[in-house]
Each structure stands twice: as structure tokens, then as C-alpha cells.
């Protein structure tokens, strides 16, 4: 059967390798672990065309249950402020399309570059979690201090991770993909 997210999934796997490698490397400040899902509950989650449409087929996959409860939080979204609200796919705080979750959603935690070339970290870190120990909370950056005291091993490099660097990846253009419009989460699952 032809698989119109081929393509997509060559793409993402290689994504994928590439994050795991960033969160190994980064791995001395990441305090991710299963059920934490502050990452799910306050975010506006920017997604293009083709990462909602696979994220909506893994959603179609689910039991009808679960889709039920989407569905009603999806409903509880319609007056939302649309700059923070929690993920209507979060379901017993973990997510229930985790393997079709868009790119926003697997650089969750890891510390990445602003377009300014800046250090910008998750925001967890200011609630004591990724990257809070070198965290210097009166600049809001990156403390060298505390990387040295408090003997990191590796000093933290910075990615570029932002969803317009990965939709401009050559392999990208190479895979041919479309991304389609780009927008929040909510307006693609809310139209008037
Ligand atoms: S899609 Fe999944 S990982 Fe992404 S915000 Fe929603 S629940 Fe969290
Ligand atoms: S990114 Fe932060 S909030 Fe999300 S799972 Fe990791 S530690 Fe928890």
C-alpha cells in the first residue's frame, strides 16, 4: 500500500537519531523522565501542515476511548488563550501519539540556539529541571560558574533546532517534502 508519509518518516528517523545523539551529549543537565509533562502543559506547539496531518494518523489509530477523551479536550480548547494551553493528546500525563509527535515535541528539554545565535533554554529550567543547575537566574543565561561548580563534565553545546532550521535541512529538499502551512496546534484543531 502506497505510504504517503514515506518520505516523512525517512526524514524523522533521521531527526531522530540526530536528538538522541544532542540529548546523550547534554545529558549531565536533562531531568526528563516518563510522566513528567509540564513540557505538554503550557506551550502554543507550532506545527507545520505535514506534522499535523501524521500526528492525526497516529491519533486514528488510537482506541475510540482515548479518542473520545482527545476529543472532549480537544472541545475544552475553543477558548483557550492560544499562547499556552495544555496538549489535548496528553492522556495519563504521557502522550498518546508519541511516535507521530511533531518536531517541536521531540526537541522538548534540549538547550538550543535563538535566532540571535543566543542560548535559549526549555522552560523548564526555570522550575528546577533540564539545565537549571547552570541556569543563572537573576541574567537569564547560561552560567559558566556553575558549570565548573558543579564539575560537569561536558560544557553544554548549543543546537540549532528551531522548526525553520530542520524544514531547511537539504536532506529535506532531497526527500522532497512538503510542509505545508505552518501554525498552532489549536488552529489547526479549532476552525470556526
Ligand atoms: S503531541 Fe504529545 S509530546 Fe507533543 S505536546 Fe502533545 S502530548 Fe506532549
Ligand atoms: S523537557 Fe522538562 S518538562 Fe519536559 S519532560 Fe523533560 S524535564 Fe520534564
Given at each position: ?7 516523512y518518516e525517512k ?7 540526530d536528538?538522541?545523539?544532542i ?7 536533562i531531568?526528563?523522565?516518563r510522566g ?7 506551550g502554543?506547539?507550532?506545527l507545520s501542515s505535514?506534522?499535523?496531518d501524521?500526528l492525526?494518523?497516529?491519533?486514528n489509530?488510537?482506541?475510540e476511548?482515548?479518542?473520545?477523551l482527545?476529543?472532549?479536550n480537544?472541545e475544552?480548547?475553543r477558548?483557550?488563550?492560544?499562547t499556552?494551553?495544555?496538549?489535548p ?5 504521557c502522550?498518546?501519539?508519541y511516535?507521530?509527535?511533531?518536531f517541536?515535541c521531540?526537541a522538548?528539554?534540549v ?21 537549571s543547575k ?6 537569564k ?12 563534565k ?6 540549532r ?5 530542520l524544514?531547511?535541512?537539504p536532506l529535506?529538499k532531497e ?7 505552518a501554525?498552532k ?6 476552525q470556526?
Amino acid at each position: 500500500m502506497n505510504n504517503k508519509f514515506e518520505n516523512y518518516e525517512k526524514f524523522l528517523n533521521v531527526i531522530d537519531d540526530d536528538l538522541r545523539k544532542i540529548f546523550q551529549y547534554q545529558s549531565e543537565y536533562i531531568e526528563c523522565k516518563r510522566g513528567c509533562s509540564l513540557c505538554c502543559r503550557q506551550g502554543d506547539y507550532p506545527l507545520s501542515s505535514i506534522e499535523f496531518d501524521y500526528l492525526m494518523s497516529g491519533f486514528n489509530l488510537l482506541d475510540e476511548d482515548i479518542k473520545n477523551l482527545i476529543r472532549q479536550n480537544i472541545e475544552a480548547l475553543r477558548n483557550c488563550d492560544k499562547t499556552s494551553y495544555i496538549c489535548p493528546f496528553l492522556i495519563n500525563n504521557c502522550c498518546s501519539v508519541y511516535n507521530y509527535r511533531p518536531f517541536v515535541c521531540r526537541a522538548f528539554g534540549v538547550l538550543t540556539e535563538d535566532s540571535k545565535g543566543n542560548p535559549s533554554f526549555p522552560f523548564c529550567t526555570t522550575k528546577g529541571l533540564n539545565f537549571s543547575k547552570i541556569y543563572d537566574e537573576e541574567k537569564k543565561h547560561l552560567s559558566s560558574d556553575l558549570v565548573k561548580k558543579n564539575n560537569f563534565k561536558i560544557f553544554p553545546k548549543i543546537f540549532r533546532l528551531s522548526n525553520n532550521v530542520l524544514m531547511n535541512l537539504p536532506l529535506a529538499k532531497e526527500l522532497n517534502i512538503e510542509f505545508g502551512e505552518a501554525k498552532k496546534l489549536v488552529d489547526f484543531l479549532i476552525q470556526d
